[in-house]
Each structure stands twice: as C-alpha cells, then as structure tokens.
C-alpha cells in the first residue's frame, strides 16, 4: 500500500475557491513534499515542509503538516483554470535513505 | 539540456518482447529513480540509484525488469518480455542526493504500450 494517501481523489470547485487537498502517511518522516502533474506531464515539485515544522507558505500555497496525525494539507487559494492538475503528496521516509513514496494523488478540476 | 531528458517518449511494441527505456538526469544529480505510472493512478516506486551505493530493487515487480546507471549519469530501465500490464508512463526523477532537502525533477516520462 502506499505510504501517502491523499484525500479526495478527486476535487471540482469554481475558479476563485479555495482547494483544500490531504495527504496521511504511516510511518515517521523526515519531510513532506507536495507536486503537481498536468496531464501527460511529469511532476513538478511545489513545496518542501520539514519534519519540524507545522505550517509552510508559497505564493498561493498553504501547506501545513501534523505529525502527531501523520496528515499534511495542501491549500491553493484564489485557484485559477490554470491550477488543473494532478496533486500528489510524497515522503521521505526517515528509514528508508531518502527514497521518496509517493501517494495516489488528487485531481483537482478548476471550472473557469 | 538542463532538465531530466528521457527517450522513447513513446513506445508501442508486442507482448513478448524487450524494450530499453533511457534517463539522461541533471549534471550532477546523484540520486536517480525510475518510478511507473498507470492511467489516473499515483506513482509506484521501481528503484533508486544513490550515488556508488548499491541500488534500492525493493520496487522492481518481477526479474523481467532491471536497471542500469553508469556511473552518476545515464540509466537505462529494460522490461524483457513484456506483458500487457506493463503498459504504463514510465518517470525517472534525480535529485542531488542525500542531505540536499531531497527534491525530485522529474523527466515528461516514456509512455509504453504493450499490444
């Protein structure tokens, strides 16, 4: 099984909304990463949040990550056509000598 | 190129037969991993080179598949006979390694189809 799993899989909202897209994970990490595939693209990384810390920001990106939960959310704000993409959260395992795994993703369709 | 260049982009063969896809990573990019992607689904991890270390094969499926890396650049990922399951987007990503933060720049990926 995976050791990221994002929640939902699938998300539609109007350009202007907020998406908000999860991610659990089983084991301990050393951070959390999330990126974005447009479709027949490979991935992009988008942002990097340590163990260490709770809460991250970039441009329109909230990402925020409790360990205690072992859960990360990714907000996009004010979304755009444009944010249509797949959306995956992937983990670095601290036992697992910075191979990163990968969860199932969530596409998120942003209606203009 | 300054990004992770990967060839076939597409690739349509017969079941049964052998099929090479290659990563050319970023200069200087020690870490490199082959990751297989089927239609809508997530990425499924297949095996991690890291510098002269001994490569991670704890994704690799079955003996049918195995990978090369030459040194810290080129790597080559061969399926031999393939089967109809094996059709999917195959992404290989470098990084610089470990200690670096451990992001990936992923390649567009070869998309193979096994008929």
């Known amino acids: 099984s995976q050791q990221g799993e994002e929640d939902p899989q699938a998300l539609s909202i109007q350009e202007g909304e907020n998406a908000t897209m999860n991610c659990s994970y089983k084991?301990?990490?050393?951070?959390l990463q999330w990126y974005r595939q447009n479709s027949g693209r490979g991935l992009v990384h988008l942002i990097l949040?340590?163990?260490?810390?709770r809460e991250k920001h970039s441009g329109r990106l909230r990402v925020t990550l409790d360990t205690s939960k072992k859960s990360s959310s990714l907000l996009i704000t004010a979304s755009r056509a444009a944010d249509t993409a797949s959306y995956f959260c992937?983990?670095?395992?601290?036992?697992?000598?910075?191979?990163?795994?990968f969860g199932g993703g969530t596409r998120l369709m942003v209606k203009p | 190129g300054a990004g992770v260049s990967q060839s076939p982009s597409n690739k349509v063969t017969e079941k049964g037969k052998d099929v090479e896809l290659r990563c050319d990573p970023i200069s200087g990019h020690t870490a490199l991993y082959w990751y297989r992607q089927r239609l809508g689904q997530g990425l499924e991890f297949l095996i991690y080179?890291?510098?002269?270390?001994?490569?991670?094969k704890s994704g690799l499926p079955s003996d049918r598949f195995s990978a090369e890396r030459t040194g810290e650049s080129v790597s080559t990922l061969t399926i031999q006979r393939t089967q109809q399951e094996d059709s999917a987007v195959y992404l290989c990503a470098s990084s610089l390694g470990v200690g670096f933060g451990g992001e990936l720049f992923f390649g567009e990926g070869s998309r193979l189809t096994v008929l």
């Open positions: 949040i340590r163990s260490n810390e």
């Open positions: 992937a983990t670095d395992a601290d036992n697992a000598g910075n191979m990163l795994t």
């Open positions: 084991t301990s990490i050393n951070n």
């Open positions: 080179f890291q510098g002269n270390s001994a490569p991670d």
